[in-house]
């Protein structure tokens, strides 16, 4: 080891070193000097100097930071343990505008520690700092109007430079209010993210005779594109997906027969949107549990208290809601509570639902700050849910983020083969997205559906109650997972046909009969609804997937016996128990018996509508705004049983949208 040692300085160089060192350390000092000779007049005529008013100003504020910083962390406060706020020490009264009185006080010990924790040894040299954006009210990169959010702006570069908006500065620095941002800035700093969806096409029955797909029971979208109304912008065309449209909505369909959890329901009536075409509806409707029947909650709530969650629509909307569920516990219910942001941690242990005292003062401690390491968090609530696990019970982990993984598995692969694995133990995961800027909209809904969960967008306060109040009871319990269906198409009685959305919900034929291959999962009072646009024999074929050459060694399939019957359709099902892993199979089959639209049930007419809105703002093959007015007209025909008032509210939005145009 001393060889070792000897190989890095020989005599002469070590002596040279520490010639070095001594230089360099006399030339720091008589800098030190110099310096402090510099600054001593401007400290000395501070009496002197003219009064500032230190007004604290509130610029409009949303997302904050650059395409690469730490997911929105704000510089008016550091995270304490489990997130709760600790706010920095006010800057010195009668400090000065003037950067450099700032840097001739020295930094107290306080600040000294924080500047090391940040690599900075001693005083440092100041460098400007990049001004916090805070834009105004207006529209993001993908269309989506931001709310000003009135904030305090960071009183301290140093606490700036915290939230990872300036370089290398001294503590204590005033900062200025920074100004508006840009039309372009204010475009970066929006990272909201979707998949892109290319519409289903028309298929023909004599080439592909199956459809198969997994039901969705997301309702993401739709609430999402009430944000962007609300806020007078169009939502994102890829922010679309027809299905969460229609599955929003409750539709009275026939309940289950008694033992059976799933019954089916079909409706064949003339397209409205396509004259000629006809419109199948094909609904699955499971048995509603009375709230009281309800077996023990074991609730594990994710919380994402990192910078970006700080608007009144992210976190503190969330404690909203949650406040709201607390109530609704009982002594059976497991509440626990998991944070995150750059390390997680436990904010409220497994509590019982009769101590609300206890959840809602840890309610009331979380405070948003700090990047976003979203995995290890994930990590450490399944582990509290694993270890309060009620067999019989509903055993789930709740993720509530704005989306932004910034922070160790970052990796979307990663992310859904850690949740698959996860999956396994029983413990189900829901996702609830919050706010705008950085929504990474198609990472949570790939979570949701490998975490055998749902994908809720919380909007408002009427959104967090219906999902955090309504729906945290009884359709959290599973009553069939891995739900598939298949459906045949009599080639004698239909050309072609497309199915209305769902197109990242398709399944390969052979998928319907894998019990190896997921799919998705309906609770207790669950509605899934799936329209299909039919083309009937004898008219020519819709636009759909370019024709291929005839084959040389093969004829056309020829029909069967049962071609001549006046079935349409055989729709199939496959499902599991919540507890099994074998599938089970329910076949229904549906006439060839089409009922003029007026006389269709207000489901059909209004779930029509809803697709025909959707397509519509889609920009889908063959869908224009002229449409727009039929769509409401058809809805308002259809209000049907609207206790809660969304079917109202769903022609609203429409007149809403209609007047950005």
């Known amino acids: 080891m001393a060889q070792i040692g000897s190989l890095a300085h020989t005599p002469g160089q070590e002596s040279f070193v520490r010639r070095s060192r001594r230089t360099s350390g006399f030339f720091r000092r008589c800098g030190t000097i110099a310096l402090f000779a510099l600054l001593l007049p401007s400290a000395c005529s501070r009496g002197d100097a003219t009064p500032v008013s230190h007004e604290t100003h509130s610029p409009p504020h949303t997302e904050q930071g650059t395409g690469t910083r730490a997911k929105g962390e704000e510089g008016t406060h550091s995270p304490g343990r489990y997130g709760v706020s600790q706010q920095p020490a006010a800057p010195p009264a009668g400090a000065l505008k003037s950067p450099r009185a700032a840097r001739a006080t020295p930094p107290s010990p306080d600040q000294a520690k924080e500047a090391q924790e940040f690599g900075m040894i001693g005083l440092l040299e100041a460098t400007e700092a990049a001004p916090a954006p805070a834009p105004a009210a207006g529209q993001g990169r993908l269309g989506g109007a931001h709310k000003s959010q009135a904030r305090p702006a960071p009183t301290t570069r140093m606490s700036a430079m915290k939230a990872g908006k300036g370089k290398a500065l001294v503590a204590g620095d005033p900062?200025?209010?920074?100004?508006?941002?840009?039309?372009?800035?204010e475009r970066e700093f929006n990272t909201e993210a979707y998949s892109h969806i290319q519409d289903n096409p028309f298929h023909l029955v004599k080439d592909s005779p199956l459809s198969t797909f997994s039901v969705d029971v997301d309702t993401a979208s739709y609430s999402n594109m009430r944000r962007f109304v609300q806020q007078g912008a169009k939502p994102p065309i890829d922010s679309i997906r027809v299905e969460e449209w229609l599955n929003y909505f409750s539709y009275d369909d026939p309940l289950p027969p008694s033992g059976e959890p799933v019954e089916v329901a079909s409706e064949l009536t003339d397209c409205p949107w396509a004259p000629g075409h006809r419109l199948l509806r094909v609904a699955l409707n499971t048995q509603p549990i009375a709230q009281e029947a309800v077996p023990p909650r074991n609730l594990v709530f994710l919380i994402d208290v990192s910078g970006s969650m700080q608007p009144d629509n992210k976190l503190p909307l969330l404690k909203r809601g949650l406040a709201m569920l607390a109530r609704q516990l009982r002594p059976e219910d497991t509440l626990s509570m998991v944070v995150y942001a750059g390390a997680s941690g436990l904010a409220l242990p497994p509590t019982s639902g009769a101590e609300q005292g206890k959840i809602l003062a840890a309610l009331g401690s979380l405070e948003s700050g700090g990047s976003t390491n979203g995995a290890d968090g994930i990590e450490l609530a399944y582990k509290v849910a694993e270890a309060q696990f009620k067999r019989g019970g509903i055993n789930r982990v709740l993720l509530a983020t704005d989306g932004d993984f910034n922070v160790g598995v970052t990796?979307?692969?990663?992310?859904?083969?850690?949740?698959?694995?996860?999956r396994k133990t029983g413990v189900f995961l829901t996702v609830l997205g919050f706010g705008e800027g950085n929504l990474k909209d198609a990472t949570m809904e790939k979570l949701a559906d490998k975490g055998n969960g749902q994908y809720a967008y919380i909007d408002d306060v009427a959104e967090a109650r219906k999902v955090l109040v309504h729906q945290a009871g009884a359709t959290l319990v599973t009553v069939a997972k891995d739900v598939k269906l298949q459906l045949e198409f009599n080639p004698a009685r239909v050309k072609s046909y497309r199915l209305v959305g769902y197109e990242n919900r398709a399944l390969a034929d052979r998928d319907f009969n894998d019990d190896k291959k997921d799919a998705g999962e309906m609770g207790a009072g669950h509605h899934v609804t799936a329209f299909y646009e039919i083309v009937p024999a004898g008219e020519p074929a819709g636009p759909g997937k370019p024709a291929v050459d005839p084959l040389k060694y093969q004829n056309d399939r020829s029909p069967s016996p049962a071609a001549a019957s006046t079935d349409l359709v055989t729709v199939k099902i496959?499902?599991?128990?919540?507890?099994?892993?074998?599938?089970?199979?329910?076949?229904?089959?549906?006439?060839?018996?089409t009922v003029p639209l007026a006389q269709t049930t207000a489901n059909l007419r209004f779930g029509a509508a809803v697709a025909q809105y959707a397509l519509t703002l889609r920009g889908a093959p063959g869908m224009n705004k002229e449409r727009v007015a039929a769509a409401r007209d058809l809805a308002t025909s259809a209000y049907g049983n609207d206790p809660r008032g969304e079917r109202h509210e769903f022609v609203a939005l429409m007149d809403k949208a209609f007047s950005l145009n």
Request: hydrophobic share 35%.
């Open 175 to 185: 900062l200025q209010a920074p100004p508006p941002l840009t039309a372009a800035q």
């Open 574 to 593: 496959r499902y599991k128990p919540p507890a099994g892993d074998t599938s089970l199979l329910m076949t229904r089959v549906v006439q060839d018996r």
């Open 411 to 422: 990796s979307e692969g990663d992310l859904e083969r850690l949740i698959e694995t996860k």
